[in-house]
């Protein structure tokens, strides 16, 4: 990234990139304990794709393309299926219209930013991103525009390379290890951590409640419903607690 | 060619997802109660994520079952004072720990 001189604009201080630096820094490394969790998941991407009825390179471009773990995962199901376009298209957007929700919570605190970094801001946004870009975002605004692209990237990079390897060791990985338990375990030891508040717990257990007792509903929108519910639930116990 | 296109369309989907929001952002200012309701959006969702998985992972069997259950519960135990990588660890421990004992009964 360079810096663009502005006339009229002061010249940035000469310890500015040593700062950058850090941010960036700090960025990868606040990714480093979400790698533990989401490369195992990665590699059950790939190996799902090499799998698949689909060629293992249109499994691999999800992702690039959708960018998220669970709607891959549906996508190149459904795909192997023989599913219709249709379906798959509407399967993959009613599992990232959390992604709406993240955006519109995360957004605020990209106004005034340039284009090209909301641009590729946008782009790396997913769960993983989120929770670590608004962790930042919440103690220390300045420099966190760095810290959540590097972050983001590291993300991006990882998730690609384990998707990768798992497509090329294929079923090589014995099944007792269970990988695709990773990512759970993590997501649960994240709210677990986070959630010590109670209208964010109970916007935890009602999430969870509802998404597992939605699991039956079309186009997978249970989580969508979870999300709606637990998030209501949670406003409700935040005014009756004082 | 049409698992090209799905796959290609739900990723601009996806992205006009990810962007929309703050495109429309950046012209206005968010009502206060949305921020505050925020804060939500990621516990509900990274909880429902997680059950969800669990819940397809647990099925019917005793074998399958119970060595999920005991590594979610040793998970949430050890995340409740330690950070996350470390409470997935101790999880992903039980797991394997759990069904070897399991197995050999």
């Known amino acids: 990234m360079t810096t663009i001189r502005h006339p009229g604009r002061p010249a940035p ?10 941010d960036v820094a700090e960025g990868v490394r606040a990714m480093a304990p979400w790698l533990i969790g989401v490369m195992p998941f990665g590699m059950v991407v790939g190996m799902t794709a090499s799998a698949s009825r689909v060629p293992t390179a249109v499994g691999l471009a999800t992702g690039a393309t ?8 549906t996508a190149i199901e459904l795909l192997g299926g023989g599913a219709s376009v249709v379906v798959v298209v509407a399967s993959v957007l009613v599992i990232n219209a959390r992604l709406v929700l993240f955006g519109s919570s995360i957004a605020p605190h990209w106004k005034g930013a340039g284009p090209g970094f909301k641009a590729a801001a946008a782009y790396l946004l997913v769960d993983p991103s989120y929770a670590v870009g608004m962790r930042r975002y919440a103690e220390d605004r300045r420099g966190a525009h760095a ?18 390897a798992g497509a090329a060791v294929g079923a090589g990985v014995p099944e007792w290890i269970s990988l695709q338990h990773a990512v759970p375990l993590f997501l649960l030891a994240e709210v677990v951590g986070a959630a010590r508040a109670r209208p964010a717990a109970v916007a935890a257990l009602v999430g ?29 116990v935040e005014r009756r607690t004082p | 060619m049409n698992a090209w296109v799905a796959v290609l369309a739900a990723g601009i989907g996806s992205y006009l ?24 959006i990621m516990p509900a969702a990274f909880a429902g994520l997680a059950a969800a998985a669990l819940h397809e992972a647990v099925g019917r069997r005793v074998t399958t079952s119970v060595p999920v259950l005991l590594a979610a519960v040793a998970t949430a135990g050890v995340a409740t004072r330690r950070p996350a990588h470390l409470a997935v660890a101790v999880g992903m421990s039980t797991l394997w720990a759990s069904r070897l004992v399991l197995h050999l009964v």
């Open chain 1, 13 to 22: 201080r000469p310890e500015a990139s040593a700062d950058r630096r850090r």
């Open chain 1, 66 to 73: 959708i960018y998220s773990g669970s709607a891959q995962l």
């Open chain 1, 147 to 164: 810290y959540y692209i590097a972050a983001g990237l590291t993300l991006w990079v990882a998730w690609h390379a384990a998707m990768i």
């Open chain 1, 208 to 236: 969870a409640a509802a998404t597992v007792f939605g699991g039956g509903l079309p186009l997978h929108s249970g989580l969508l419903v979870g999300i709606v519910l637990g998030v209501s639930a949670a406003v409700l």
């Open chain 2, 17 to 40: 997802f990810r962007f929309g929001m703050v495109a429309v952002i950046d012209r206005r200012t968010l009502p206060a109660w949305f921020e505050r309701v925020s804060a939500y």
